[in-house]
C-alpha cells in the first residue's frame, strides 16, 4: 500500500515533553512520531505526521488525505471540543479514522469529554500516552488489511 | 451600484460535488459562483466570491467588506453553529448580510440548529442548494434597491 | 401545472400593516397576496391565499392541500412554536413546503428560535418580509420545474 | 366611556361550578359575568363577558377588542401555560389588559408556573376566585380613570 | 348500561390508511371505528366515535362526555403533547379514561415521549395499532363492569 | 375587627419616589402607606406599615403578625426571589397573606419571575403600581369578611 | 403454537397483595399468573411466569427467552427507570415484547415517567392492575397470530 | 509475571456473534477469548476471561483481581452507563485497568456516550470490534512493563 | 423487642479497612458489626449485619425485615444513588429504616449528593465513620421505644 | 474541656412546638436546649444554644465560635438552602461541625434537597426531630474525645 | 472632590488575614483599608471603608451612598452570589459602582462563577489581593475625572 | 527587567474606533498600544503589542510568550468564549497572565459571560475601557515586582 497514513496533531502538542511532563512525560512530538513511524514500518505501512494550531489548517489536511492518505490517526487536542469543522472534514473522507488523546480525557474537566470527532471516527483510544499512537496505527493497520511484517 | 456583493463560503464548501452527491447535489463551488453570478448581473450586481478553512480569514474578509462591498451572503458552514468571532466580525458591519445553506439544518444534528450568526442578518435561507444563493442574491438585491434587469 | 400553490397563514397575521409597522411595514396581507400572485404568474403558477387563527382549521388546510395543491408555503405565525398538530399534518403531505416568516425570528424572544415545523419542510427563509413570500414560491417553482415565464 | 371592557375566559371555565367545587367553589360563570358587571357599573363600565375551548376564537376576540373594548380581562385558562398566538394577539392591542386567575396557580403544578400572556399585560391578579375579577376590572377602571360612581 | 363510550381522536387521524401506511397500516378510521363497535357490543356497549383537527372541538366533546358517556378512549393524536387545555377537560370528567396511541410514542422523537393526558387517565396503551382500540375498550369494560358477551 | 392587616416592605421599597420614577412613579412609600390605610378604612380595617432592608427582620414581622395582625400584605421586593426563610415564616402563619407588587415582575429580568412566597400566599396582584396594594387589602378584606363602610 | 409467552416481573413484585394494597389492590403475584394464563388459554397459549429481585437474572430470562418463548410480557419494576441490560436483552431478542405496568406510572413520582424499555417493546400497557396483564397477553396473541378459541 | 490479567465482560457480551452480526460481527465471545489470550502469550501473560449478567458478580471479580490479577480489561457493557458499584470496585482497585468496547460507543444512543468507569481506568478503548481486547492487553502490558517476545 | 435490627451494607463495604484507610479508616466491616452490637445491647437489641455486592440480595434482605425485624439500617453504597429497586422494597415496609454513610457523601462528586433511599427513610446520618452506625442504631432504638439499659 | 459546644439555630426554629407540631413536635427550642444540654454533660461538655431569624447575625456568631466553641452543631433552617455567607463562615473555622435538622429534608420540597453547609460539615444527622441534636452532639464528642461520663 | 469613595465589603471579610492565608495572605481588612486610603489620596480623595457581615446593613450603606459618596467600591463577598437586594440597591444608585474581589472567583466553585451584581457596576476586577482594591480606586479616579497627584 | 509584557488582543479588537463608537469609545487599537506602552513604562517595562483574527495564530502567540516574556495580558474577544485552544496555551505557561475587557461583558448576551480563559489567569478586568489595560499592566507589575518610576 503506497499511501501513507497521516497522523494530525492539534494545538498546543508542538509543546510535547515542555508542558506539565508529570502529566504528559517527556517525549516530545518528535519522538512520538520516531515511534509511530516505527510501529506503522511493522505494517509495511508510510506516516505523514503534522501539527497545527490552526484549525483551518487541520481542516485543509483532513481534506488533502482524502485522497493523499490510507488512513488518519487524528488528536486534535482542543479542538475536539470546539470543532464542528474538524468534524464536517471527517465525515467527507471515506478513509478510515482514529481519533486519540494521549491522557484520559474522562479524568479531566468536564468540557473535556465531549468530543465532537468520535462519531466520524471508526473507533477512539486514550490515556494511553505515546502508546496511544502506536494502538492506533496497529488498529488502522487491521482495518485497512496490513499484514504486520 | 459599483461594490459588489461579497459571498464568503465556511470550511469544507471547497468540496461541494465531491462529498455526499445525493445530500447536496453535483454542482461544486464553481458552479455555485456562476450561478451567483449570472443572477446577481440580472440587477446589476457584481459578485466577489471566496471560500476558507480559516475561521480569522473569514474575519478577515468581513471587515473588508465594510468599506468594499454593497452587501454579503455568508454561508459560514461548520463556523455557523461555534463562532462568536464571525458574529462580532457581522455586528461590525453595516451593509446589509444574509445567511445561507445549502441543507435545511433543521433536519440535521441538534447542535447544527443553532446559528449564532442568524440575529446580526436581516434573514436567513437555507434547504434549497445552490438556489439558495440565489435567492440570498435576489433579497440582497431587494435591500439594496437594485432593479432587475 | 394546473394545481395552485397554497400559501397558508396563521395567527394574527391578518392585522399585518396595522400591528407595529415600524416591525413589519405598512403592507396589509392582501398585498402580501397580491404580490405573490403576480411572482407566481412569473412562473404559470397560482396561489390559493388564506389565514386563520385556529390551529385545527391550518391543519384541514393543509389536509386539502394534499390532493389540491402542487406545493405549500406556509407562514404559521405563532403557532410555528407550539404546534405539533401542523408538524403533522405537513409530515402526511407528499408536496413540496416552505417556511416563510415576515420578520427574522432569530432576532426575537428566545422561545421564537424554536420551529415545529422546518424539519417537515425542503427549506426556510425569514427576515425578507413581504420578499420572502415572492422567494419562497419562486424557491418551489424550481423545486416543481415550472419555469419563469 | 362608551365601550365596554372585554372579559374573556378561556377552556373549560364554563365548567365553573360543576367542577371541583371545593376548589373553585359554587359561582357559576354566569355569576362571575354578574358580579363582574356590578363591579364595572361602580366605574360606570360596561362589560362584554365571553367563553371559549378554541385558541382561535379567543385570538379573535382579542382582535375584535382592538377596536370594540377600553380594556381587556383574561382568564385564558390553560391557553395561558400554551399560547403564543394569544400572546402575539395581545401584544397587537393597545388596550390595556390584565390577566386573572380564579385560583392560585403557583399552588399548582410546575407547569402551571409559567404564563406566556403575563408580558404582555399591565399586571395579574389570581387566587382570589371569583374576587379576582372585580379587582381585575377596578385595577383596568383606575388606568382608564373612570370614576368609582 | 345505556350511555356509550366516546372514542374521540385528535388531529390527522382521518388520514389514517393514507399516510404512511407502512407505519400505521392501511386500516382507515372508519375501520377503526367498525372494529371498536364490535368489539364493545361484545360487553354490551356501544360507542361514539369522532375526530377533530381541532383543539377546542375536542374538549366541547369531553365536557359533553360529561353526562353523555359511560367512559372515554382518547387518541389526541399531536395535541396529546401540547395541551393543557385536554387535560383540563379530562381532569373535570369523573367517567373513566384511557389513553390510546396506534403506534408506541416511544420509538419516536423524543417530544412525543412526554403526555400532558396520562396523569388524568386510568391508563395508557400504546403500540398496537388498531388493536390499541379494542384493548382500551376492553380495559374501560372491566373498569366498568360490563360483561363480556 | 381590633387587629390591623400588616403591609410589610422589604429591600429599597423605602427609595420609592426617588429610584426610577419612570418606572416606579414619584409617589413614595409614605404616600403607599396612607392610600392604604384610607383604602382599609373603607372596611373599618386598621394597617400597620413598615418597611425593612434584612432578610431576618421581616421573619421578625411575620412572626409578630400571627398573633398580632388579621391579615398580610407583602411586598418583599428582592427577597420575594431568593428568600426561603421569608416562605418558611410565612408557612408558619394562619393569617391570610397576599403577594404584591408594584411592577409586573413578569415583563423583568428572568430570575424576577420566580418567587418563593407566591405558594404561601393565597393570591398575588402585581404591575398596578399603588394600586396593588389597595387591591390586596380588598382582597384581603372580602377574604375577612369586613363589610365595605 | 408450541413455545409459550414468557411473562417475567422484576423486583419487589413478589410482596404484591401485601404491599399497598389501597394501590395495587388484594390479587397476588400467583393470582396474576392464575389470571394470565387463564387468558392465554383463550388462544391457545401457554405462558411461563417467573419473578426476580435481580437485574442479571432477568437479563438471563430474557436471553432465554429468545429460543425458548414466542413472545414476551416483561413488568420489570423498577429496573424499567434503571437497567440498559435489560434493554440491550430485549434489543437482542427477535420475538415480540409487551411492557406492562400495574399502576399507571404517568401518575407517580417524575423519575418513573422514563422507561428505557418502552423503545424497545412493540408496546406499552399500564394502569389496569392485573388487567394489563391480560390485555398484553391479547395483544401478543393478535401479532402471533394466535385465534381466541 | 505470574499473576494474570483478568478480562471482565458485561451484560449480554454472551450473545455475541448470535446478536445483530452486522453490527458486532460474526465472532463469539469464545472467539475473543482465544484472540485475547494468544495476544497476551505475546507478552507472556496469562488472561482469566469472564462474563456476567450481573452487576454484583462483576464487582466480586473486580474485588478478587485485587490480589489474583495483575491487570484488568473490563467492558461492562451496559452497566458502563449505570454503575456506581462497579466505579467503586475499579477505584478500589490498585492495579491498572482498561476500559474497551466492541462498538464505537459514541456513534449510538445519548446515553451510551456517558461511561462512570472511564475515570476510574488508566484509559479507554472503542470501536475496533475484537481488536479492542487485543490493544487493551497490549497497552496493559506496556504499562506492565511485559516484553512481547 | 425479640426481633433484630437488620444492618444491610451494599456494595464493596466488603474492603472497609483495606480500601483507601485514609478516607475510611482502617476499621473492617467486622469492627463495625461488634461495635453496632455492644450498641444495640446498650437498648437490648440484637442485630443482623449483613454485606452483598448485588442489588437483587439487598432488596431480598428488606422483603425478609419486613417480618423478621424490628427495624433497618442501611448503608446501601453505590446502590444510594442508582437503585430504584432498592427504594421501592424500602417503601413496602413498615419498620422504621435509617440510611447511614460512613463518609460525607456531600463532599464526593456530585452524583453521590442524590440518594434514591432517603425519602423513604426516617431520616439520614452521614459522616461519621463507624459512629454514624452507632447513631443510627441509637436513632431506632428511640423510635422504638427501646431503653438504654 | 472547658470550651463550649455552640449550637446555633437559624430563621423561624423559634416557632418550634407552635409551628405544624404535627410535623415538628410539642417539644419547644427551650426543650430542645435543655435536652442538648443534659446530653452534653454525660460527655462533660457545655453548650451554647442560640437561635436567630438573621443570617448576617448566624455568620457573626460562627465567627465567634473560632475562638470560643470546641465544636458547633447547626441547623440554619432555611439559610441551609440559600447561604454561601454561613458555608463561608464555616470553611473559615477549624473546629469541627454538624449539620442538623428536625425533619428528613429529603421528603419535602426539592429546593430543600440542597445544602450549601453540608460540604463544610464532618457530617449531617436530620429527621430524628430533638434526637437529631443529641446525636449531633454525641457525634462531636467522639470526635472532640470528650468521655462519656 | 469633597465626598468620599465608599468602599463596602461583605460577610466574614473581617476574617481577612486570619483565615486561609496561604489563599488570601495576611493583610488584615484594616491593611486593605490603609493601602485604599492611600492610593485613594493620590486622587487627593477620601474613602469610607465599611465591613458587615448582614445584607441588610450593606444595602442600607448603598442607599446612604447615593447622596454621600462620589463612587463606590465592592467586595459583596459570599452575597455576590445571592443577593438580588444588594443588586437592586445598586441599580438604585448613580454613582459609578466597581465590583471587586480578592481571590479569582472563577478558579473556585461553580456557583461562586455567578455574581447577581456585576450587570449593576461599570466593571469588575478580580484575583489580584489586596491591589484589587487600589485599581478599583484608580479606575473610579479616572472615571471620576480626579487627577492623580 | 528585559523581556516585555506581550499584550495580545483576538477577533475584531483591530477595528477599535471604528465600530459601536459610543459602546467602544473613539480610541483606536494604536491609541491602546500607545497608553499601555506608556503605563508599562512607569514600572520599566516594555510591551509587545499585537492583534489577530484567527484563533492558532494567538495560539503561537502564547507559546512564544513562554520564552520571550516575562507577563501577558489577554483580550481574546470573542475567542474568549469559545477557544479551548487558548486555555491549553495559558495553562501550559508559567508567566503570569491577566484577561481584560474594554467592555463589561456582564451587561451583554449571556453566551459572554462565561469565559474559558479566566481560570488560567491570575486576574481579570473588564469594563473601563482603554483604563483596563493600564490596569492590567499594573496588576503584572506588582506580581512582577517591578517598582513604578
Known amino acids: 500500500m503506497s499511501k501513507p497514513i497521516y497522523i494530525l496533531n492539534g494545538p498546543n502538542l ?3 515533553g515542555q ?3 508529570e502529566v ?4 516530545t512530538l518528535d519522538d512520538v512520531r520516531d515511534r509511530a513511524a516505527i ?5 509495511s505501512l508510510d506516516i505523514e505526521f503534522r501539527q497545527s494550531n490552526t484549525e483551518g489548517e487541520i481542516v485543509d489536511w483532513i481534506q488533502e488525505a482524502r485522497s493523499s ?5 487524528i488528536n486534535a487536542g482542543a479542538y475536539t471540543h470546539t470543532s464542528v469543522a474538524i468534524l464536517d472534514a471527517l465525515l ?8 486519540v ?30 502508546k496511544s499512537y502506536e ?12 499484514a504486520a511484517s
Open 101 to 130: 488523546h494521549l491522557s484520559n480525557v474522562f479524568q479531566r474537566e468536564e468540557f473535556r469529554h465531549h468530543s465532537y470527532l468520535s462519531s466520524a471516527c471508526i473507533g477512539v483510544i486514550c490515556g494511553f500516552g505515546v
Open 69 to 73: 492518505a490510507c488512513g488518519l490517526v
Open 39 to 43: 510501529w506503522a514500518a511493522q505494517f
Open 14 to 16: 508542538n509543546l510535547l
Open 92 to 99: 467527507a473522507t471515506d478513509i478510515p479514522c482514529v481519533e
Open 19 to 21: 508542558r506539565e511532563p
Open 135 to 146: 494502538l492506533a496505527v496497529e488498529a488502522l493497520a487491521e482495518r485497512l488489511g496490513a
Open 24 to 27: 504528559y512525560g517527556h517525549a
